[in-house]
Nanobody, 122 residues
């Protein structure tokens, strides 16, 4: 299976920005639609954003639309999540995964990586 490693999380004040990265290996990166998910403290994992293989189609959760931007660089085997205007409710562990190319909010693989922690202070 594809191995995915998240990075770029950290501490930021409300209104600030972070850029998360998801580095992929173990399989042809460009074969997959990819997505970001997050798990806030005490809550279940939720969908954040997804991008198709070619990068021309994206999908965002309503809670992040207009603030987050998903992108990918297939040549670098890396997907990004640019997060602007961060809110305390954005605090979570962020994960990346391959997603169903038709239902983009559905993760493709059952296994999840370590994720990267994002903490937004008020």
């Amino acid at each position: 299976q594809v191995q995915l490693v998240e990075s770029g999380g950290g501490l930021v004040q409300a209104g600030g920005s972070l850029r998360l990265s998801c580095a992929a290996s173990g399989r042809t990166f460009s074969d997959y639609a990819l997505g970001w998910f997050r798990r806030p403290p005490g809550k279940e994992r939720e969908f954040v954003a997804a991008i198709k293989r070619t990068g021309d189609i994206t999908l965002y959760a309503d809670s992040v639309k207009g603030r987050f931007t998903i992108s990918r660089d297939n040549a670098k085997n890396t997907m990004y999540l640019q997060m602007n205007s961060l809110k305390p409710d954005d605090s979570a562990v962020y994960y990346c995964n391959a997603v169903n190319y038709i239902a983009l909010s559905n993760p493709l693989f059952n296994s999840w990586g370590q994720g990267t922690q994002v903490t937004v202070s008020s």
